[in-house]
């Protein structure tokens, strides 16, 4: 089943970011990276919220960085121009074709390699110092695999800086919310598409370029994490926008933590 889940969401990424439409595939531009090598840069693990510089601690310049799920053609190539040496992780080529083509024009060094991010066993243990980790775990069903992954790949105090939804998000008919309806209560925690939506529907989603969700408790989240041997160091919510979705005037819809590998 896990299986399935990746190639349904490496399709509908692919689909996503080949259309262009997709806010997570928008590439940055040539004047940002001169403003991220001159010392100016910002990234985000949530959809508007910039992530606190002091996160990254002192030294991002020569350190190395996997950008876990972070394709796109945005914050694994700013990192890189911010100095850094990262390796680009993720499930969709076509996320890391936009990846390579801001890296290419842009003359930045930029490593890229396709998998699930529940998977990093192709990395020795302690291979990177930091992970950056976007708001992406949604898209597997087992985030606490991910956790115990990322802790093995990296260096004892190395830190990890990732975003995820909210999972009260999902206990939401989103749309009826989209077609003007309050918020009513419909899908019992944690949430999984492979159980709510039928198999039909799940092949009519993979055909417009819809990935399959999950959500995930705070105890997985967070709790997670602290069972990984890692120390919750830091941590902020953050809003999306109206457009976006309708819950964004009820609740921040996303969170996320900064994490210290102490094991």
Known sequence: MAENV????????????????????Q???????????????AVILTPNRL??????GDHLAGSRILALAS?????????????ARVTSFDNS???????????????????????????????EPESFELIF????NVFVPDVRVVWRECARVLSRGGRLLSGFM?????????AALDAGAQPVVRNALPYSDLTVRSAEDREAMRARGEALEFSHSLDDQIGGQIAARFSV???????????????????????ATLAIKTG
């Open 166 to 174: 909210n999972p009260s998000f999902y206990l939401f008919d989103h």
């Open 133 to 136: 980790h976007p708001i992406s």
């Open 71 to 83: 394709g796109g053609g945005q914050q694994a190539p700013m990192l890189a121009a911010a100095g």
């Open 93 to 123: 080529d076509t996320q890391l074709a936009l990846d390579r083509a801001v890296a290419d024009a842009c003359g930045l060094t930029l490593t890229l390699e396709q998998g699930d991010m529940a998977d990093l066993s192709r990395f």
């Open 27 to 41: 590439p940055v531009e040539q004047a940002t990276i001169d403003r991220a090598r001159a010392g100016d840069w």
């Open 6 to 25: 990746t190639s349904h969401n490496r399709d509908a990424w692919n689909t996503q970011a080949a259309s262009g439409e997709s806010r997570w595939s």
């Open 233 to 255: 160091a830091g941590f902020f919510e953050d809003r999306w926008d109206d457009s976006a979705t309708p819950l964004n005037r009820f609740m921040p819809t996303s969170m």
């Open 51 to 56: 992530v606190p510089r002091d996160w990254f």
